[in-house]
């Protein structure tokens, strides 16, 4: 019983060990990310997915289209995004998304929904809106999950493999 309860205590360490060294690297390649990204993006804000996994989040924004990326910390930033955002504003109470783009699976999408209504809010922007559109209908039903989760109101006609979605910030 013993030597069991030492067994586990030294796999424990060897377990923190080897998250503090992963974590060490990302930290690391965060700062040396954030320096390249700064050259040529604004830097939004640095997150955690849900696998405790560091990126940053920045945008490039045109006068009334941007687009919200993520890097995830694992790589070195080499001028190519993890997951993107393509928006537009629209009008002074609405903006309209273009497309998502990215790795899926990873909470790329839900770490930049939520900086995106951030950008909203801070904006006083009222409504988030979207399409779903003809090749969206392949994983429609992942997508009508993920805008659920994060509070629009979705409406699919599958008859015409069209829809849309609308974020309203009361």
């Known amino acids: 019983m013993i030597?069991?309860?030492f067994l586990e205590t030294e796999k424990n360490k060897e377990e923190l060990k080897e998250e503090l060294d992963t974590l060490e690297i990302q930290m690391f390649r965060m700062q040396n990310n954030i320096k390249e990204i700064a050259k040529k993006s604004e830097v939004i804000s640095i997150d955690q997915t849900k696998e405790n996994d560091w990126v940053v989040i920045f945008a490039d924004k045109d006068s009334d289209t941007f687009q919200l990326m993520l890097h995830?910390?694992?790589s070195p930033y080499r001028g190519k995004w993890h997951s993107?955002?393509?928006a537009e504003v629209k009008d002074e109470s609405t903006i309209h998304i273009a497309d998502i783009?990215?790795?899926q699976n990873?909470?790329?999408g839900s770490i930049l929904m939520k900086h995106l209504k951030e950008h909203a809010r801070e904006k006083n922007i009222?409504?988030?809106t979207g399409d779903l559109v003809e090749r969206d209908?392949?994983?429609v039903n992942r997508l009508k999950h993920f805008y659920k989760k994060h509070n629009f109101e979705v409406t699919i006609n599958h008859q015409e493999q069209s829809g849309e979605i609308i974020w309203n910030d009361d």
Do not use: D, M, P, T
Request: hydrophobic share 25%.
């Open 106 to 108: 990873r909470g790329y």
């Open 72 to 74: 995830n910390c694992e």
């Open 137 to 139: 209908f392949g994983h």
């Open 84 to 86: 993107a955002i393509q």
């Open 101 to 103: 783009k990215g790795e």
């Open 126 to 128: 009222q409504y988030i």
């Open 3 to 5: 030597q069991s309860a």
